[in-house]
């Protein structure tokens, strides 16, 4: 947290040896989506922000990449961070086949 924002950190990586991808790939396209909900408080509206980024996929080392999220999750909320990747070919067209679907849960917490 970081005073209206929710900050996400991917570290610093080399995208072709540290994730698997199809072949032709060229870039990844992240999306990042939080939710937070109070628990078994009187005010349980969900709030829920999201951001996009790409990245390419190549053998060179990528700077650890920090994104903001504007919501501000209350104490005694409990937030979920989930991260989706697309593999993004040399058409520049996205990878659809359901092998090549990765998404994973990266954090959940109360705060």
């Known amino acids: 947290m970081n005073g209206s924002m929710l900050q996400c950190t ?5 995208p072709q ?5 199809p072949t032709g ?11 937070s909900n109070e ?7 969900p709030t829920g922000s999201k ?9 060179k080392p990528q700077a650890a990449l920090t994104i903001n999220l504007p919501m501000a999750p209350r104490p005694d909320t409990l937030t979920v961070v989930c991260l ?19 998404a994973a849960l990266i954090a959940v917490g109360k705060i």
């Open 39 to 45: 628990l078994g408080g009187a005010d349980n509206t």
């Open 51 to 59: 951001a996009k980024t790409a990245i390419l996929y190549t053998d």
């Open 10 to 14: 991917i570290p610093a990586l080399i």
């Open 25 to 35: 790939t060229t870039s990844l396209r992240l999306q990042i989506l939080a939710c």
């Open 84 to 102: 989706t990747m697309e593999y993004i070919a040399t058409d520049g067209e996205p990878v659809t086949l359901n092998k090549w679907k990765p």
């Open 17 to 21: 040896k540290h994730i698997v991808a």
